[in-house]
């Protein structure tokens, strides 16, 4: 097995947005805000190349929304899904399976292209499978008034339509330990139904893919949680359990927002689980 960091691009939100009740006095100790008041996020994908599959775990933003939409999102520098995954040796026709840990549209909008003559749209991947889990595929296509406005139909029933969804097998707990992919999977509620966690056991050491559940460093502490969450208390339990077991199990978090760093660790602490270390993904694995 081969894991690679794909950087899709970078964007900007709010702050005040991103942190739910934190005051800005301190989350901005962590992610500075601009003039006005956006902080810097990563669309950081990952790349697994495990024998004859090559699985994409989220896709970014894409390019087929309107200028009007993008303007929302301050998207800057030089990074794209077709170069980063150049840059490893790879196209994306190559991809086997595309894992998506939601269908909010910075994590599934790179999936969907026009088509040639733009009069609709097609899968960006055409020899992948589009992996989502039933409990989520049903809240994002019938989207409750809070989400609707992350929960794009360009962006998510070209997948069905074009026979190429499927769906992980799900059982009675938030927590897959095999799934047809080859790593575990943990279902957490919080942000949104049934968020898909990838941990993947890599040169001897468990790598997460954080998706939502943790978004940047500045977001560990258990009340700093997102405004966009849907259940905010919910997913501060969700996060204690977690953070708690990747302390003490020592995790790799690789995090998919943070502009700034592609991995941390936890630890433990009289003030609760905290920041341990930062590292680039190459100074570890490679």
Same mark, same amino acid.
């Given at each position: 097995?081969?894991?690679?960091?794909?950087?899709?691009? $970078?964007?900007?939100?709010?702050?005040?947005?991103?942190?739910?009740?934190?005051?800005?006095?301190?989350?901005?100790?962590?992610?500075?805000?601009?003039?006005?008041?956006?902080?810097?996020?990563?669309?950081?994908?990952?790349?697994?190349?495990?024998?004859?599959?090559?699985?994409?775990?989220?896709?970014?933003?894409?390019?087929?929304?309107?200028?009007?939409?993008?303007?929302?999102?301050?998207?800057?520098? $030089?990074?794209?899904?077709?170069?980063?995954?150049?840059?490893?040796?790879?196209?994306? &026709?190559?991809?086997?399976?595309?894992?998506?840990?939601? =269908?909010?549209?910075?994590?599934?909008?790179?999936?969907?292209?026009? $088509?040639?003559?733009?009069?609709?749209?097609?899968? #960006?991947?055409?020899?992948?499978?589009?992996?989502?889990?039933?409990?989520?595929?049903?809240?994002?296509?019938?989207?409750?008034?809070?989400?609707?406005?992350?929960?794009?139909?360009?962006?998510?029933?070209?997948?069905?339509?074009?026979?190429?969804?499927?769906?992980?097998?799900?059982?009675?707990?938030?927590?897959?330990? $095999?799934?047809?992919?080859?790593?575990?999977?943990?279902?957490?509620?919080?942000?949104?139904?049934?968020?898909?966690?990838?941990?993947?056991?890599?040169?001897?050491?468990?790598?997460?893919?954080?998706?939502?559940?943790?978004?940047?460093?500045?977001?560990?502490?258990?009340?700093?949680?997102?405004?966009? &969450?849907?259940?905010? =208390? =919910?997913?501060?339990?969700?996060?204690?359990?977690?953070?708690?077991? #990747?302390?003490?199990?020592?995790?790799?978090?690789?995090?998919?927002?943070?502009?700034?760093?592609?991995?941390?660790?936890?630890?433990?602490?009289?003030?609760?689980?905290? =920041?341990?270390?930062?590292?680039?993904?190459?100074?570890?694995?490679?």
């Amino acid at each position: 097995m081969k894991i690679y960091p794909i950087e899709t691009g $970078n964007f900007k939100l709010d702050g005040g947005a991103m942190f739910g009740v934190v005051p800005k006095s301190i989350w901005q100790r962590t992610n500075p805000a601009d003039a006005n008041n956006m902080i810097s996020m990563s669309m950081r994908s990952m790349l697994i190349e495990d024998g004859n599959r090559l699985i994409l775990i989220d896709t970014g933003i894409g390019n087929k929304q309107s200028d009007k939409f993008f303007g929302y999102f301050h998207l800057y520098g $030089n990074y794209s899904l077709d170069s980063s995954l150049a840059k490893y040796g790879f196209h994306r &026709d190559d991809i086997t399976d595309v894992f998506l840990t939601h =269908l909010h549209f910075d994590h599934c909008g790179g999936s969907i292209q026009w $088509n040639k003559d733009r009069t609709g749209y097609e899968p #960006a991947f055409k020899n992948a499978k589009f992996w989502s889990n039933k409990n989520h595929w049903q809240w994002a296509t019938q989207p409750n008034p809070r989400e609707k406005a992350s929960f794009l139909s360009e962006n998510i029933n070209p997948m069905e339509s074009s026979g190429q969804l499927a769906f992980v097998a799900m059982n009675d707990t938030n927590f897959i330990a $095999n799934s047809e992919l080859g790593f575990s999977i943990f279902l957490p509620d919080g942000h949104t139904e049934k968020q898909m966690i990838p941990q993947i056991r890599y040169k001897g050491k468990t790598v997460v893919f954080m998706a939502d559940l943790l978004p940047t460093v500045g977001h560990i502490p258990l009340p700093y949680i997102m405004g966009y &969450d849907t259940r905010p =208390l =919910l997913t501060m339990e969700e996060k204690a359990l977690f953070l708690n077991k #990747a302390a003490k199990e020592k995790y790799y978090l690789f995090l998919e927002h943070d502009a700034q760093h592609e991995l941390c660790t936890v630890k433990e602490t009289e003030k609760g689980v905290r =920041l341990d270390k930062t590292f680039s993904f190459s100074e570890i694995f490679e």
